[in-house]
């Protein structure tokens, strides 16, 4: 599937190029919507997880959980620069569909989780 603002690469993990091709399809369409609405460039800070990824974040001083979204392929970050743009970037996220959003100082983590509880907010 071709998407209209993202690249599959965009969504790999650090670790093991390719990897990006494990991301559910509907949150990279979701991210599509929203990027049209929000009308700025959203920078993927971390897509899809390994595990060994997601351990050696965690080592070094992260907070991630062991049973993050970001291992199944539904949860991205997206880089945020300032108050402004976070509330651009949320409100078009929500617009798109999404349900799941945190938020950290210069991230917005979102993602679609159907094993976790919709409709909620938190900040890390």
């Known amino acids: 599937m071709k998407y209209k603002w993202f690249t599959l690469s965009e ?23 929203a990027r049209d609405i929000a009308g700025f460039p ?9 595990v060994m990824h997601n351990r ?35 409100e078009a996220l929500m617009d798109a569909g999404f349900t799941r959003i945190g938020i950290a100082e210069t991230f917005i983590h979102v993602d679609s989780d159907p094993e976790k509880p919709n409709l909620v907010i938190w900040t890390y």
């Not at 969504?11 to 919507?33: A, C, H, N, Y």
């Not at 959203?42 to 390994?50: L, N, V």
């Open 11 to 33: 969504f790999d993990s650090p670790d093991k190029p390719g990897s990006g091709e494990m991301m559910e399809e509907t949150v990279i369409q979701r991210l599509d919507i």
């Open 42 to 50: 959203f920078i993927i800070t971390s897509g899809f997880r390994t």
């Open 56 to 90: 050696m974040l965690k080592d070094n001083g992260y907070k991630v959980s062991e049973n993050s979204s970001h291992l199944l392929g539904y949860a991205v970050d997206i880089y945020c620069e300032n108050s402004k743009k976070r509330f651009l970037l949320i």
